[in-house]
């Protein structure tokens, strides 16, 4: 899965990481994260998160989450899986 919200602030995306992982799928999210810290994942699931500059960064903010948007992209491209799920565009091109 991939999101490009707030991954620990995102709710629709943990309940349904946790619905594919209590079926028995191996669920890793990759993702984004607002703050500069690493949360304990205390998850049941993998979870990768990237740093996103604040709001208050004005175009450098924007160039480094496109950036972060296409790193994500390439390093989906060579994750082998059965299934993948994107919960907006960005990350298609990749999954595709």
Do not use: C, W
């Not at 709710?11 to 304990?40: C, M, P, T, Y």
């Not at 740093?51 to 989906?76: A, D, Q, S, T, W």
């Not at 060579?78 to 990749?94: A, M, Q, V």
Request: hydrophobic share 40%; charged share 25%; aromatic share 16%.
């Amino acid at each position: 899965m991939a999101e490009r919200s707030d991954l620990y602030h995102d709710a629709r995306v943990q309940k349904e990481a946790e619905s594919l992982r209590k079926n028995g799928f191996d669920v890793v999210v990759i993702g984004l994260r607002a703050n500069k810290l690493n949360l304990d994942n205390e998850f049941s699931y993998r979870m990768k998160t990237y740093h996103v500059l604040p709001r208050n960064y004005g175009y450098l903010r924007k160039l480094h989450l496109l950036f972060l948007i296409l790193y994500i992209n390439i390093k989906i491209i060579f994750i082998k899986s059965d299934f993948y799920h994107s919960h907006n565009t960005f990350f298609l091109p990749g999954m595709y």
